[in-house]
């Protein structure tokens, strides 16, 4: 595709995928929610879209109770999808998760009960998994040795810098006070980490809404669940999910900057379309002629959708 803006096409493309929270057998997530459907037409459109996709990222609430076979059926869904693109698959621990059946179901590695930190090369682009998970607990924290480890990784900068993933985002959550209680605790241990090093993002979920905010100087993006959403203006209640907003984000890294972008997942109608043959006609042109058919109010394509527009009302 040809460039039309200022700006270069990005170094790097990464889907971000949260809180898919599979149950085993299939079973409806609260007897309602089709966990499997939601994660397969977000993978489709994913697919569908042409986007050139390096690596596909899962912050965290793979599982919902942690079972093997809920672990398998992600898989079996997610591999084929992410050979096809031809991009690597990145799982990050979530609190719903169980270290234990994640590392055996995911990696293939024995059970254990030790924190699942893992650290992967997309194409210069280092992108370190990082467990925020207290065992038996939905609050987030970590030991003195992930931090050091952390540390020690990071001492060392990537080509084209290093993502961080976890799943316990590191940001207030106003219009979720509840979620406060959950959060990941003593963030300043992890600020004085990554402050200075060559972190560009951090990554999330947990939430299941979309956020963005800064730690540490670095922006921070939330991705918002597969399974279900928070509705963050429900009255006189503590915490109200609904089957309604999933929503997954796609991350394009450039030299200077990150830009995250919020897919919503569905097929909701179309009120208006461009055909694809039009690329063609835009690659002929001129930059001011473009400027002259696409921006200018009075050229023929706007008059034309002005009209469109007119005929509807």
Known sequence: MIQLGQHPAPSHVIAHISDTHFLGGERALYGQVDTDS?????????????????????TGDLADLGEADAYARLRAM???????????????????????PYAQGLFDEPATTDPQDRVYDVN????????????????????????????????????????????????????????GMLELQDQTRLERVIRGTDVRAVLGGHLHYSTHSTFAGVPVSVAAATCYTLDLTAADTLLAGVDFGQSINLVHTYPDRIVHSVVPVGAPPQVFSQPAEAWAQIAAMTPEQRHEMFSAKNSPFNQRESAHSSDES
């Not at 994913?46 to 390096?54: H, I, K, N, R």
């Not at 001492?155 to 976890?166: E, Q, R």
């Open 124 to 179: 210069g682009l280092r992108v370190i998994s990082f467990d925020t998970t207290v065992p038996g607990y939905h609050h987030g924290d970590l030991t003195d040795e992930q931090l050091a480890w952390l540390a020690d990784e990071l001492a060392t900068p990537a080509p084209d810098g290093t993502i961080l993933a976890v799943h316990h985002p590191p940001v207030p959550t106003p219009l979720l006070e509840a979620m």
């Open 38 to 58: 939601n994660l397969q037409q977000a993978l489709a459109q994913l697919t569908a879209s042409g986007v050139d996709v390096e690596a596909i990222v899962f």
């Open 78 to 100: 997610v591999e084929p999808v992410a050979e096809k693109l031809g991009a690597q698959i990145i799982w990050v621990m979530g609190n719903h998760d169980e270290r234990a």
